[in-house]
């Protein structure tokens, strides 16, 4: 099987890019169809700006310092997602603008941001993955596929069970400073996955 710049580049990869291109395509068109959103009408009856309980700055609806919700917590919802996440933010990154924020706060117990360069701690035990589009890179459908050896062939079995990471690490800075953390050699060794 040929490589080309880390990727795997056979008839069969190239189809099934081609699959998932159309399919990104397709939820570009409508990417909220499949999605059921609760009506948001109620923020828009919310004046003014609160207090952070905790740092005491202004906000609208949640703090993008602390990552917590100044209004009534009824109206944010909170998601548990199947796996960890670490954003690392570029120090010059813009709190107030940085949509890490959103996750951390829809996600407490899940999501951990980080200001460059403070990092997280990361065990060799971990099965962590860095979402960057490197030239090593594989696919996120290439992590869900187990490599099987039967004799002299080769193939690959798509893992339906279990997820193949438990945490998944990003970047959150424009793509001039993404350099100074991508190289920062804590992040050596992790698997980097790139998102079609």
Not at 23 to 46: E, T, Y
Not at 50 to 57: H, L, Q, V
Not at 103 to 130: G, Q, W
Not at 157 to 165: A, G, T
């Amino acid at each position: 099987m040929a490589q080309s710049d880390g990727l795997q580049d056979s008839p069969v990869d190239r189809q099934n890019l081609s699959e998932l291109e159309e399919k990104q395509r397709i939820i570009d068109r409508a990417p909220f169809r499949k999605l059921k959103i609760d009506d948001a009408s109620i923020l828009d009856s919310i004046e003014g700006r609160e207090i952070c309980g905790t740092c005491y700055k202004s906000r609208k609806f949640f703090c993008y310092t602390c990552y917590t919700p100044v209004i009534d917590r009824n109206y944010i919802p909170r998601v548990k997602l199947p796996i960890k996440i670490d954003i690392i933010k570029h120090a010059r990154e813009i709190d107030g603008k940085s949509t890490a924020i959103h996750a951390a706060v829809l996600a407490p117990d899940d999501v951990r941001i980080y200001t460059y360069p403070e990092f997280p701690a990361i065990s060799k035990n971990d099965k962590v993955v860095l979402i960057f589009p490197s030239k090593t890179a594989t696919s996120v459908e290439a992590l869900f596929a187990k490599e099987v050896i039967n004799g002299d062939e080769v193939s690959f079995k798509r893992i339906s069970n279990e997820l193949p990471v438990d945490r998944a690490i990003f970047i959150d800075s424009t793509w001039h400073q993404t350099k100074a953390i991508y190289k920062d050699t804590r992040l050596r060794g992790i698997r980097n996955i790139y998102h079609a």
